[in-house]
């Protein structure tokens, strides 16, 4: 079974609970986007995906990417698949006319490229990086650089990488030891090797532009010694350059997608922003990397619970609780069959579990890529500060609460299978295989909750989180049950969090040990918020949204207590947990 793009029900999300398209018509750039303009363009976006990307997802698992003397085939049908998506204009939907782009809203990148992890997790993880290489280099490039490289990585004709990973240096980049030397002419030679490169070598496209962390000899030591170079395949007068493809991993899933070594000797580069602030530089990236990633996780969550409900339409097995034998569908001889797996209680709680995430997880999503919109167009800067907040907040809440259930609930999609979901035909285990590593890149997880309560809520005493519950706050009508339940959770969660602050005055490393339980908590109230964004709707109470909601109140959000609970408790004791 091909996975199929619902875009009814993305588009439902975006128009409908988000009013998406009257928020993007108030910012100067997209006046003109208007709900039909975006409906057209993700059923186009749709129909591609199904019918050239989808169908190569299996084949591409099965054959994988080989290293054959330095270069990397992609498996049958990529390149030209490839080919087909940049000529199409698909890269160029978000990126700026002046560069070829379309100029058109994030939030319809977003969408398009959930419909691609879903569709093919190892082939989209090439173009995935494209659109953050593009704006590193359009905000901190060299006029000279943004020429060269902005109109190809704009259309996509070029595809990029983000070289940062070294043996030693995985989470801790300010062990990076790849280095730069600067020329007379000013570039820069750069030696090193990196690993786990994602798209490192390729025949998708003709060129590939990498953006590499490395030090300059007088740097600092550490995270701010660091600078951001770009270092292309080929050269602009059409010489290989000296970065080569060494091995390719072996790995648990993504099979269609080389993660590469490469070695850089003495590769001809160019510094994009200011020596020594290449992390910076890099951060330009993140928001929107991180959020891509999310969408990978929502869009794989999304496959394989497809796969699962159909199967549950179809597959019986007992009778289920509460049904009787006249309710039961009729046999050929007369006698009553057993009922379908998806009518078991076990089985429904699974599937619609599931579904209360992937609808949540597109509300959240896609209501955080209007908001990078607003953080750059809007022209009131107090409104402009408030989106930065959100995305700055939101977003590895997003990245790791998404790619966790796109892994344990794929698992538990897997499941509805039973043992037809552990053998390879039915194609659900290539789901939970590729769905496992978005928990470990662009960020591990660990590092996206420390990076929440350690780095951003804390700091400041939660005077941005504070800012940020209110924002939650302001689009709940206490008159209906569902949001004055939700005001009393941000009322439990910003009381823990005042707490923990106190706790965390007496107890340093108290932060790190609940960094997790933090961010769960959080990631739970925001998806009872985009419940209650979606029972708003006029269609918030029909079956296909009462389902889910009711197993988000029954089965998901008791969790919110327990994480709580683990918060307090850490926060009351005298020391958190037992230093190892
Ligand atoms: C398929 C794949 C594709 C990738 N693509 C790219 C790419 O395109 N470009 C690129 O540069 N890299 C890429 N990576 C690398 C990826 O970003 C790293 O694997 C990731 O950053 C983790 O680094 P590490 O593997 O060295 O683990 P380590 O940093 O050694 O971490 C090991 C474990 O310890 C935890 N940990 C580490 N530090 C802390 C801490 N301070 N607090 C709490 N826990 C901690 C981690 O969360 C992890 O669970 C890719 C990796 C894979 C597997």
Redesign the pocket.
Known sequence: MLFQPRTDEMLFVLAQVLRGPQRLQALAPFGEVDAELIGQLVEEAGKFVASVIAPLNRSGDEHGVRLVAGQVSTPPGFRAAYQAFWQAGWPALAAATEDGGQGLPAVLEAMLFEMLSAANHGWTMAPD?LHGAYDCIKHHGTDELKARYLPKLASGEWLA?????EAQA???LGLVRTRAVAQPDGSYQLSGS?I???GGEHDLSDNIVHLVLARLPDSAPGPKGLSLFLVPKFMPDGARSAVHCEHI?E?MG?HG?A?CVMRFDAATSWIIGEPGRGLNAMFVMMNSARLHVALQGIGLLEAAWQKADAYARERRQMRAPGRTAAQAAPAADGSRLPDLIGEHPAMRRILDSQRAWIDAGRVIAYHTALELDIARHHPDSARRAAAQRWCSLTTPVLKAAFTHQAFHGGSDCLQVFGGHGYVRESGIEQHVRDAR?TM????????QA?DLLVRKVLPDGAQAFDLWLDALRAELAPQQAADARLLARLDRLQAATARLLQATARNDTLA?WVAEDFLRAVALTLLDWAWCQIAATSAGGSPRWQAPAQALEHWIMPELSMRLAIIDTQAACERAAETP
Request: proline fraction near 0%; charged fraction near 20%.
């Open positions: 990086l990488t983000m070289c940062l990973t995985g989470s801790d990196k786990f490169i994602s991993e790995k993504l997608s993660t590593v470990i890149y662009e960020g591990s997880n660990e590092i420390i790190y």
